[in-house]
């Protein structure tokens, strides 16, 4: 059993940075795959970026590669996601999700813990 909770949500106008944070109960987070998805207003969820269980792989959405960073603190059981260089386009609620098998997805089922999500808002 894994519980996520998201924080560092909020407004911040546009080429402003925010840096959310997720952090994970239960024992098997060292051991999972983690993600960052959002989701806008009238749009299906995707995927922004993963990161696998040691921290030495990672991927990103291209829409945001090169303005994101996701990294992973095993002994606080928190996963980060570093954003610069926003832009209105990136305004979303997202989520914290693990992926307690491990395997490196970008696909939402194959993620089984989700958090509640935290609301990023980018004014122009």
């Known amino acids: 059993q894994v519980q996520l909770v998201e924080s560092g949500g909020g407004l911040v106008q546009a080429g402003g940075s925010l840096r959310l944070s997720c952090a994970a109960s239960?024992?098997?987070?060292?051991?999972?795959?983690m993600a960052w998805f959002r989701q806008a207003p009238g749009k299906d969820r995707e995927s922004v970026a993963v990161i696998n269980w040691t921290g030495t792989r990672t991927r990103y959405a291209d829409s945001v590669k090169g303005r994101f960073t996701i990294s992973r603190d095993n002994a606080k059981n928190t996963v980060y996601l570093q954003m610069n260089s926003l832009k209105p386009e990136d305004t979303a609620v997202y989520y914290c999700?693990?992926?307690?098998?491990?395997?490196?997805?970008?696909?939402?089922?194959?993620?089984?813990?989700w958090g509640q999500g935290t609301q990023v808002t980018v004014s122009s």
């Open positions: 239960g024992r098997t987070f060292s051991s999972s795959t």
């Open positions: 999700a693990a992926d307690t098998s491990g395997y490196f997805s970008v696909y939402i089922r194959s993620y089984d813990y």
